[in-house]
């Protein structure tokens, strides 16, 4: 217990380093994927056959691929084409890759939720717009937006819970978050070796910022409750 407490200042200090890489990460995800997911679903839903032919060929080869491969793939691969990393070297270049992984993954993934929420609003609603006179554009920002946004908070909240504990995943490319933070004093960094122990304590600020987002997320959801 000593040694842990000796050793805490230097772990909480090299995690909390971690912790920031790891919100960065977060939230330039949501802030990509928020509305390319809406593009991807009008793509989907499009009467244009050809585009919504292969956006649902993305949505499905993205959602049927685990994240840790497509991270590999987008990081890795136009280098091996190319023979030059596009990406650029160091902690920005993986950083970048990353945060091109995550956004692609993750508005595939809103896309389907969007789709859901547009689809099922009424079509009597919007046909009533179009009798009053309303454009398409009016109908979707005035009627169906509304809706649409009270029915996709539950299951975009649960994406952005997972989003948090997924974004520790990013060190399979040597990001350097939270969990490879806490890793490093496993393999030896800044005098600690072989202490298992802030790999564990990691969990600690998933379980804060988890409970944080729950309750920020949950007085959304209530906000909302507008429409029975």
């Not at 839903?45 to 987008?74: A, D, N, Y």
């Not at 179009?130 to 994406?159: A, D, W």
């Not at 806490?182 to 802030?198: H, L, N, R, V």
Request: aromatic content about 14%.
């Amino acid at each position: 217990m000593e040694l842990i407490l000796e050793q805490m200042p230097i772990v909480i200090r090299a995690l909390n380093i971690g912790f920031i890489q790891t919100l960065k990460l977060f939230f330039v995800t949501l802030i990509g994927a928020f509305p390319l997911g809406l593009v991807i679903a009008f793509g989907s839903m499009s009467r244009f056959k050809p585009l919504s032919f292969v956006t649902k060929i993305i949505v499905w080869i993205i959602r049927g691929t685990p994240l840790m491969i497509q991270l590999l793939i987008i990081y890795y691969f136009p280098g091996l084409v190319l023979h030059t990393p596009i990406w650029g070297g160091g902690e920005g270049g993986r950083f970048l890759a990353a945060a091109v992984s995550f956004i692609l993954n993750y508005a595939c993934y809103f896309s389907e939720i969007y789709r859901g929420g547009i689809q099922g609003v009424p079509v009597g609603q919007e046909e009533a717009g179009l009798v009053l006179g309303m454009t398409r554009s009016q109908i979707f920002f005035k009627i169906t937006l509304l809706q649409m946004i009270k029915r996709i908070v539950p299951p975009i909240s649960n994406e952005i819970i997972t989003l948090v504990k997924d974004t520790s995943l990013a060190r399979i490319i040597a990001l350097q978050e939270i969990i490879w933070a806490g890793q490093a004093f496993m393999k030896g960094s800044q005098g600690i070796s072989g202490a298992i122990w802030p790999l564990f304590f990691t969990a600690v600020y998933y379980l804060i910022w988890n409970g944080i987002l729950t309750m920020l997320l949950g007085r959304l959801e209530k906000k909302l409750d507008y429409f029975r």
